[in-house]
């Protein structure tokens, strides 16, 4: 099972180029791609229905030809508009015109709202500016039209490498994409423009794709599955490892909980929570399984952690921002022990992203943050916070902390100090619940502890987290989480 391949606009560019000089012609790779679409559509169709074609100047625009000389042999009515003229039209894109023997009318002729399916073949992945003009109008007037929009390769008007919305753009149904997704595909907003996303096959070669894909995925299970820990028989809670989950003060506990008990749910053989004297009551009241250690501040976590056994750590959740708590990080890292870092651990560095720089280059760390916290953090390093990329600013973040970065969101990005990178392909509007992310900490850190390398821990906890909230839907709350691990990782793991 390969991981998933995100190719960026340029690297799908440079892969076309690829496969064109192994002996594919382009023209043949765009009909491949028209004969995709089209499938699509006539699944999407009843008999005689009529189809609206929006084709743009480029090689997008050129498998709209395509798609419409194939659907009209199939007995359906086409009206198929273009941006600009056929005269006008340049490479593949000029041939597959010929193909098209029906009318070609100027864009802004077209009626959008007598169409039983609209295919939205304007832009491709190649755009990077505003939509403005008859573009703009034309965009406008398909959303306006209530009409099914089936995107060509992508939704026209979002950027293919940021999923950022040009002006505007088109808000698709569905997307038939080739070879690989795009960053669009997954990043928000392009990923709620695009509906539902089908990648076909056109004969690009999976060995063409790894040769021009650099380093980012689908987190997906096929990432990171065969490195999933697997209890084999002989195996007991010892060779599990043991996770460490600092707690807050006496009425800031509950987070510290919800982290230990998914730790503990995702496989960690022993979990104890640290907790200040004066919560050790409140704390011992809700435990049973986890375990409870008094800690007294930095010199009470350097005392626990002589004990070796100790291999993750979680500190952040509702720890309190202030310098304590840096004080207590800076104790984790020199321990060189797993640390999943989140909340109150990073709101504390704010500013004073350096410190986190020097901190970690020892120790593998999982940064967790949400966007609110990464600015807070980097603050005052405008090249990791000024990209438009989200993988971009995650990449650069994660290099020079020395740490894994999850960027957290509906399209959360992770992000690797050596240059890899995921963007998370289950996201729920589900997880916008108090505790959830105290949740996810706990499960990296449990993953952790079995022994699962940083960067493979953060995808597959950020993915079994996904997964855990998609399955309960509405009503969710954090306390849900950890009891909905289990049937994930059964269905992983059988």
């Not at 229905?49 to 050129?62: D, K, L, R, S």
């Not at 419409?68 to 009515?77: K, M, T």
């Not at 709202?113 to 406008?140: M, S």
């Amino acid at each position: 099972m390969h991981p998933e391949l995100i190719l960026r606009p340029q690297q799908m560019k440079q892969a076309d180029g690829l496969t064109v000089a192994s002996g594919i012609p382009g023209i043949e790779l765009m009909r491949r791609a028209g004969r995709a679409v089209a499938e699509a559509a006539a699944k999407m169709l009843m008999k005689e229905a009529h189809v609206v074609i929006a084709a743009g100047p480029g090689q997008n625009g050129g498998d709209g030809f395509v798609v419409a000389a194939l659907l009209a042999g199939q007995g359906y009515r086409i009206s198929l508009g273009l941006l600009g003229r056929v005269e006008q039209l340049s490479g593949d894109a000029v041939l597959a015109a010929r193909d098209w023997k029906g009318p070609v009318v100027p864009i802004d002729s077209l009626a959008f709202d007598e169409a039983d399916l609209i295919v939205d073949a304007l832009f491709g992945t190649g755009l990077a500016r505003d939509l403005e003009g008859v573009a703009r109008i034309a965009v406008e007037r398909m959303n306006a039209s209530g009409k099914p929009i089936l995107a060509v390769d992508l939704s026209s008007g979002i950027d293919g490498d940021t999923g950022q919305v040009r002006g505007v753009a088109v808000k698709a149904n569905r997307t038939i994409t080739f070879a690989a997704r795009k960053p669009c595909h997954l990043l928000m907003p392009g990923r709620a423009y695009c509906g539902d996303v089908e990648i076909a096959d056109i004969g690009i070669a999976r060995e063409t794709l790894e040769a021009t894909s650099g380093r980012l995925f689908a987190n997906t299970p096929s990432l990171w599955l065969d490195k999933l820990p697997r209890p084999e028989l002989s195996s007991h809670k010892y060779d599990r490892g043991h996770t460490l989950v600092l707690s807050g003060g006496a009425t800031r506990t509950g987070a510290a909980r919800l982290a230990a008990r998914a730790a503990l749910r995702t496989g960690s053989g022993l979990v104890t929570v640290a907790s200040p004297p004066e919560a050790l009551g409140v704390n011992a009241a809700h435990l049973t399984a986890i375990m409870l250690r008094g800690c007294d501040g930095p010199e009470g976590l350097h005392h626990i952690l002589q004990d070796e056994r100790l291999n993750s750590l979680v500190l952040g959740p509702a720890l309190g921002v202030h310098s304590g708590t840096r004080a207590m990080v800076a104790v984790a890292a020199h321990a060189r022990r797993s640390l999943v870092l989140d909340a109150d651990a990073l709101t504390s560095f704010e500013g004073l992203a350096t410190e986190v720089h020097q901190a970690f280059r020892h120790a593998p760390t999982v940064l967790t943050p949400h966007d609110g916290e990464f600015m807070r953090l980097f603050k005052g390093h405008p090249d990791i916070i000024d990209p438009e990329s989200k993988i971009e600013r995650a990449h650069r973040a994660a290099a020079y902390t020395g740490a894994v970065l999850v960027l957290k969101g509906p399209d959360t990005v992770i992000a690797a100090p050596d240059g890899r990178a995921a963007i998370n392909a289950n996201g729920t509007p589900y997880l916008g619940t108090a505790g959830s992310g105290d949740t996810l900490c706990g499960i990296i850190a449990g993953l952790m502890a079995q022994g699962l390398p940083a960067f493979e821990a953060a995808c597959a906890g950020v993915w079994i987290h996904g997964e855990a909230g998609a399955s309960f839907g509405p009503g969710l709350i954090a306390e849900d989480l950890a009891e909905l691990i289990p049937g994930v990782l059964r269905k992983l793991l059988t």
